[in-house]
């Protein structure tokens, strides 16, 4: 089991296929569009297998495919099969914005394996999805949820409130687990790339407008869902809702001390950290002949250096001021956008 210099065992790994995008959220795209990597640089989906063979050994057990949007790469599910495969993994999901997803057959994802996927949506007034996405996508994004859930997937929401673009949208975003058995989560903004030119709306103050309109929430038990046992979320179930509602706050309540994650850029960099860079270039190890031992060294030595926790609040007025710790000289600090990331 990989373990870090705190202590912490890292066990997730979340992989992302690209950073191309079918829709262009304003807090994660900026309008002007990204420099996408070039097509030679994209991990292949068998360099990808790999890295997860050797990281399995390693200990990594759970496995969430993102992007930009996954289902713009072409053989998903295929991968999907694949990676349910490896030895050791035992759950692998998805994060989609459900639009992209219009003519994936989940039936055969949830056969190949894939435990559950994770549904973006930020507002459920289809013109203040358009504004936010810049697509007329609301339709499809709703049914996507239902053919998920219609298969059995275990089926969250994600939902990031931000000022002045959807805060007016939490109510009717919450109300989708009043019928349907989803998590609802709002997620705090955090200042990656073009998420730092806005401003989010804290969890204290979604919480807020929830139990004005659906009484005191208390926690909900995470019998059900296995990743809020070790994960972030903070799930509640308003009276007379079959779903739940909950918060992920890496801003205001951060949850680095638990911190259980790597991430795989779609360019084959291994990040420990959202706030900060890569620190390991894999795809140039696999190309250049490094053995199965040689890389599975190498990952282990990065993910021992993880840092301790993110800096975003003390850097979120400026992201190029020095936060005044020190942690910049051992670290470079992220200089990705989120869509590039994954999430
Ligand atoms: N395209 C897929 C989707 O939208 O679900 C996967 C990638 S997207 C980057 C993953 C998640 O990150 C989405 O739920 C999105 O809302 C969230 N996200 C993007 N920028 C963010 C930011 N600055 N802070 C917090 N969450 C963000
Ligand atoms: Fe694309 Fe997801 Fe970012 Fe929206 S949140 S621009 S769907 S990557």
């Known amino acids: 089991m990989m373990q870090d210099q705190y202590g912490r065992k890292l066990n997730y790994l979340r992989i992302s296929l690209t950073d191309r995008c079918n829709l262009q959220c304003r807090y994660c795209m900026p309008e002007e569009g990204i420099c996408t990597i070039k097509q030679q640089d994209y991990l292949t989906f068998d360099e990808i297998l790999r890295l997860v063979r050797i990281m399995a050994g390693q200990g990594i057990r759970k496995l969430r495919l993102t992007g930009g949007e996954p289902f713009v790469r072409k053989g998903v599910p295929r991968l ?135 009484g005191p929430l208390e926690p909900a038990g995470s019998a059900n869902c296995s990743e809020e046992a070790v994960g972030p979320a903070i799930c509640y179930r308003p009276e007379g809702f079959v779903g739940r509602v909950g918060s992920i706050s890496p801003m205001t309540h951060p949850f680095c001390a638990s911190c259980n994650r790597l991430r795989l850029t779609a360019d084959g960099k291994l990040k420990t950290c959202l706030y900060y860079d890569e620190v390991l270039d894999l795809r140039e190890l696999l190309r250049n002949g490094a053995t199965d031992a040689v890389i599975e060294k190498r990952i282990v030595e990065a993910v021992y250096d993880k840092p301790d926790r993110h800096r975003f609040q003390e850097a979120n007025k400026e992201m190029s001021e020095p936060t005044g710790d020190g942690s910049e000289q051992k670290y470079a600090r992220n200089h990705k956008k989120m869509v590039q990331i994954g999430g």
């Open 80 to 214: 999907v099969q694949q990676l349910c495969a490896v030895e050791g993994i035992e759950e692998v999901d998805i994060t989609t914005n459900g639009v992209a997803s219009r003519d994936i057959d989940w039936k055969q994802l949830v056969e190949y394996g894939l435990h559950g996927v994770n549904i973006s949506l930020d507002a459920l007034d289809p013109i203040i999805y358009q504004q936010i996405t810049g697509v007329d996508g609301l339709e499809q994004v709703m049914q996507t949820i239902q053919d998920a859930l219609a298969v059995g997937l275990r089926v969250k929401i994600n939902c990031v409130p931000v000022c002045g673009i959807n805060e007016q949208e939490i109510i009717s975003v919450a109300q989708l687990a009043r019928n349907y058995p989803i998590d609802v989560r709002f997620i705090e903004l955090m200042p990656i790339g073009t998420g730092a030119r806005w401003k989010g709306v804290d969890s204290r103050q979604v919480m807020d407008r929830l139990e004005s309109v659906f």
